[in-house]
């Protein structure tokens, strides 16, 4: 389970007048990464629950790659269930957690029959932040329409924080499962997922986050954030796409989801793909070595960057929390241009970036994230996201500039820029 030691090819994002700026979407998979995982498709392929030699071959190979993991974001062994990304993580982690604990509390007022407590019987209520991706939003609504939980929406404040104000006072012994996610996929900010956790567990509630944006770029520790789940996906530190993980707490209720084989603890039967699980271990390997200097340098090129463009832009307002924010992550709304135009513009001139609203059929949505920061529903269409997780250089952010300068112009043509001479 090495990684190769072949030069890495300088990524394509860096390429002469192309700049690929949504790594927050997804990136290239780091070609170590790709050379480690080819000898367990074609060599040693085996199953793992095979008793013959490629089967303990295989089955080794995972549970080293396991061991890595676990090591790496401060969790158990026995932690790893090994997905395919991060919207399956989420799924499994929000239902099956608060349908387990559904599950055991039906139990316990079996057997405790008419002296079972009022108050553990009533655990229905899922509480999540207002900022969630869909994959946590979708799977609590799930539950909601088909299994009788209520969903609870904490707000944020303008910057995108959890209100923990907020959040007392909606915790408390209905609460099933809280899930409020690391960092944010549209404005890049941290929460404060340790008194999140706290809060959660003063009233027995379970506590999941989903940590898919900050893996890779931030340090992640299952033990010191006190989460009961955690969720990351491969694809964004280098791993190919379709590879996740979810860190479970080995004594947590949990109802399968998808029923098998009883592999990886029964959380999530199927043969297990060992190559996946060693792609898991080198991506996380190789973004941890050096993430402290890295991440600093991100974060350097994202404040020079949203610098330069608030001096040279007119009526965009940078978004987020710049405090506890996402290295190498810069958002911002206009207040007269539309994101789906803009974004054609960049591309059209060589930088592929996204907007945090959904596209759906031709038109953009305004995105919820920004609508519960307090943005009105016109701003709330027209953002715009840069992501990287390479740091830029000086010549990289006058010219990312100078590109966002001639889009806006070409469809705003009375802007007047602000120039600095
Ligand atoms: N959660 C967050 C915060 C994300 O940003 C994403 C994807 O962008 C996901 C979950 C889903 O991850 P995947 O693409 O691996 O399904």
Redesign the pocket.
Known sequence: MTESDSRVPSPSYLAANNLYLDT???EAADPDVVKAMVPYMLQEFGNPASVHTQGKLAAATLHQAREEVARHLGARTANVIFT???????NLAIKGIAMGMAARERNMSVSNDSESSPAAQARNEIVISAV?????KESAYWLERNCGFRVLTVPVDAVGRVSLTALKTMVNHRTVLVSV?L???EVGTIQAIRQISDIAHSCGAVMHT????AAGLIPIDMAALGVDAL?I????FGTP????VLLLRSSLPYEALISGGGQERGVRSGTQNVAAAVAMAVGLRKSCRHMVSQSRDLANSARALADAVKQSVPNVQLTGDWENRLPGHVSMVFSDVSAEALLVELDVRGISCSSGSACAVGHMEASQTLIAMGFDRVSSKNSLRLTFRHPLTPAQIKWIVEILQASLSALTPKRHHITHE
């Open positions: 927050a979407a997804t395919s990304g991060g919207t399956e993580s989420d969630e991706h869909p994959a946590v996610m960092a944010n996929n989903d940590a898919v944006q969720s996906s491969g694809h964004k796409k379709g590879i996740g």
